[in-house]
């Protein structure tokens, strides 16, 4: 069974592991807007959990708007959860303001002991820093890019990473997003650091998602055609989920061997292993038929093939 609210639409979402459930933080807004693209300014984290990834028990809200005036009042938008050496947990989110009419992304977290009740902690922790991201100047850009965080600990033990959905301060405009990048000793203070990537032709990279697979490294990222440089768009196939190798969990990546996911509608999907130790997307269902559908899929196996990944 999909993951599908009667009354709420649902897309981005991303996984945890509690070692006995699969948890699935989304993001959703009402059907009572009746616009799906009117879903962005009002979107928070809903949570749900699975034992086989298909059957979802919804639990409690992990996040709303914060109250005014805060850097995340409007909404609360696409992260990544990790547990903490002490064994809580940290759910890292894009929150925008409506000070900044929902212009400026910025990174903030929240803390749990349970990954049920979740409390902000202060924040922003990180944004786009204009030494060498784009800053917001109303023509080169429809916002300014630093969202949807994936946080992993380093691999070599030496405290963590995150990876960020930026945009690179020169270049085609079309086509310079790049993975932004910011360090931190304990998951508390954070240093933003400059890209992990050079701008190749992709407008936004969303949802990035650093992954192994059997032995081997991947980026996964979401873009379709309308926000791609041109020669990218005379290139693509179909699908909006692209994966990349890589040659370490921190790239460098080959975005010259980058393909999309053979599927039509399924966008920000997450890689999951599922109790057997295979492999599985998990995202949401976008545009079908020119009606945005808003749920989350059953998984997609996937299987690496070389130096990529296809659906299996």
């Known amino acids: ?21 699969h948890h699935l933080f989304f993001l959703r807004a009402s059907r009572a807007l009746h616009d799906p693209d009117r879903r962005h300014r009002r979107a928070s984290i809903g949570h749900a959990r699975s034992t086989d990834l298909r059957t979802w028990e919804l639990l409690p809200d992990a996040l709303v708007a914060a109250d005014e005036p805060a850097w995340d009042d409007q909404a609360t938008w696409t992260g990544s959860v990790v ?17 900044d009419r929902g ?17 902000r902690l202060p924040g922003p922790l990180t944004e786009a820093d204009g030494r060498w991201y784009e800053k917001y100047d109303g023509e080169a ?11 992993l600990a380093d691999p070599d033990g030496d405290g963590w990473h995150m990876l960020v959905t930026a945009r690179a301060r020169e270049g085609d405009a079309a086509g310079r997003s790049v993975i932004g990048h910011a360090t931190s000793p304990d998951l508390e203070t954070w240093t933003v650091r400059p890209p ?14 650093a992954v192994e697979v059997d032995g081997a490294h991947f980026l996964l990222f979401c873009c379709w055609p309308a926000q791609m440089a041109p020669e ?7 699908g909006g989920m692209w994966v990349v190798p890589g040659e370490s969990p921190l790239g ?61």
């Open 1 to 21: 069974m999909a993951l599908r609210l009667p009354d709420h639409w649902v897309w981005d979402s991303w996984p945890a592991y509690d070692g006995e459930h």
């Open 83 to 99: 547990q903490a050496p002490d064994g809580s947990w940290r759910l890292f989110y894009t929150g925008v303001s409506r000070a």
């Open 103 to 119: 212009l400026i992304q910025r990174v903030g977290v929240a803390r749990s002991d349970d990954l049920v009740t979740w409390h």
């Open 141 to 151: 850009w429809f916002d300014e890019a630093w969202r949807d965080p994936w946080v």
């Open 196 to 209: 992990l990537s050079e701008p190749a032709g992709f407008g936004q990279l969303e949802v990035p998602q």
């Open 232 to 238: 990218r768009q005379a290139a693509w196939t179909g």
């Open 252 to 312: 460098p990546w080959d975005f010259s061997r980058a393909r999309t996911f053979e599927h039509p509608s399924v966008y920000a999907a997450r890689l999951v292993q599922d109790a057997d130790g295979g492999w599985a997307l998990i995202g949401f269902r976008d545009l079908e038929d020119g009606r945005f559908v808003g749920e989350i899929t059953d998984p997609l196996p996937v299987q690496r093939d070389g130096d990529t990944l296809r659906l299996a």
